[in-house]
């Protein structure tokens, strides 16, 4: 039972959403983006590698459906899997030069591709739209032998397609990190020195972190376009790595439903802080100060602290994060409940 | 002692810029003996241990491992040919357990494994056997748990040399494996090492010349990127050639 419990949890965020919120749009674009963070949460919180590149797998996914519905008019799973394959593949030639170096270097050579790559899909407008991006991409039905089994038109119609495809993914991603390879992983990111001397390489182990990272991340950017019905520029650009990163951290990384919580978090808040003051980012940037100086284990280790206090399993190191805590509700605590 | 010879090390040499680390070091290590290397501080210690592992390149000779030239073999490795090490500082997965430290290590010598995304290491992909005697030879059992960066530094300098231990080496590189240790725990390092050599080969490299007398089949003294001399335990101890070189507190035993 308590194996299951992450699996149980994404089951019920994706089963509330539909009873607490209004937006359809709102709670696919909450799973859609867990998706994604999740697919960075492998990188930064299992191996440790800080990726600033996660909007060029976004991108890749969103222009690759964009194309194959639009273009050549492909059946839409067909879509998506090729949208999964074409960011598992711009991972593995990213991921291929840039775990040439570690730490700095490392993070740099991420944003460099992340620039590269949006400066290319700017200027390859007959392929990407350019600046306008790539429009009227057609949501259609999920059908069999002629008959519709599943249409797509409405908002929660369409979130039922995202739910069903989350889970299978979450589920998946799940099985990855208890895997062999995502223990071993573990292993990378508290010391890679030690891994690479008890015998493992740790190139190929990063490779294929990045490999199943993109794929992830590149199918969440096939499920953005199509539920937005384009594939903007916008997808591709630094900021939507910089979102993906933000959503991760906030969530709290090495554990994959927080990554889930990430997104509810942020977009739920920019929904709210939006209808409030136009310049909401500069508050959001509080919340990832507030985050980064007192709630380092993220809105998962927030709910931690605070379960095992309600459990009376008060050890000396939930004390000190509560002390910790009492600083730091006033910034975010009220909101972190709306999540 | 005559038992066949596991490695051999033939014109080791290391150039940092025009800097000769090791200026040309033969080395020959016997099937279970514990063999040390020692000398000063700058003697090329640290610099041919990490040729002999494998963690850094050779500018120039040949190592030959088993039967096989490993020269150009990279660290992760050698470990598959039964090379492992510790480390002199502490070097050890710390959010991690100590049974998932050392099961990674024993995973470490069928490394494909690792890339498994599907199983998760349970039943035969556990290595529950070898971790468990590993565990019951550092005296850990009850700390099995534990993640090991809570664990006190005597332990976790045992955890390090049991990493090691896990890969079930042909031979075990030890790099100044007392090194932090308090009296009590020295003793008991010295007994384990000693005892390492029924089944392995080990390489010690160490600066305190007390325990390398004791424990060691053969010593090999260093200076200046060169060997010195080399010998059994005694004859190092009456060398003049070493007794030159280190005249002083090293080889009479004072607190090095």
Partial sequence: MKRQTHLILALVVVLTMPLLMHSGSLASEVLIYGLAAMGCNLLLGFTGLLSFGQGIFFGLGSYTLALTLTRWPLPMPLALILATVMGALGAAIVGWVVIRQKGTYFVMLT??????????????????GGDNGLMDIPRPSITALGRTLWPLTSPWQFYGFVAAIFMAAFWLLLKVSRSTFGRTLLAVRDNEER???????????????????????????ALHAMMTGIAPLSNAEYHTSEMILVMTVIGGTGNLFASVLGSAFYLLLADWLSTLWPRWLLLLGLVLIAISLWMQRGLWGLGETLWSLVRGKRTRATDKAIEKLVVAASPSGGNGEQA | MSTPILLEAIGIKKYYGKFAALGGVDLKVRAN???SVIGPNGAGKTTLFHMLT????????????????VTHIPDHRRVQRGIARSFQVTSLFLSLS?????????QGIAPTRAMNCWHEPEGPRSCAETVASVLARLGLE????????????????????GMALAARPKAIFLDEPTSGMGIDDLEDMKSFIRSLRDEHTVVLIEHNMNIVMDISDTVTVMQQGRVLAEGLPHEIRSDNRVRAAYLGNMITGGKA
């Fill in chain 1, 111 to 128: 944003l460099a591709f992340a620039q590269m790559f949006y400066f290319i899909a700017y200027t390859a407008t007959g392929l990407t």
């Fill in chain 1, 195 to 221: 891994a690479a001397a008890i015998g493992y390489n740790l190139k190929l182990l990063k490779l294929q972190a990045f490999v199943i990272s993109g794929a992830v991340t590149g199918l969440a950017g």
């Fill in chain 2, 33 to 35: 003996t514990v063999h």
């Fill in chain 2, 54 to 69: 494998g963690t850094k390149t050779v500018s120039a000779g040949r190592i030959v491992f088993d039967g096989h030239d």
């Fill in chain 2, 98 to 106: 100590v049974r998932e430290n050392l099961r990674l290590a024993a």
């Fill in chain 2, 142 to 161: 009850s700390f099995a748990s534990v993640p090991a960066g809570n664990l006190s530094h005597g332990q976790q300098r045992r955890l390090e040399v």
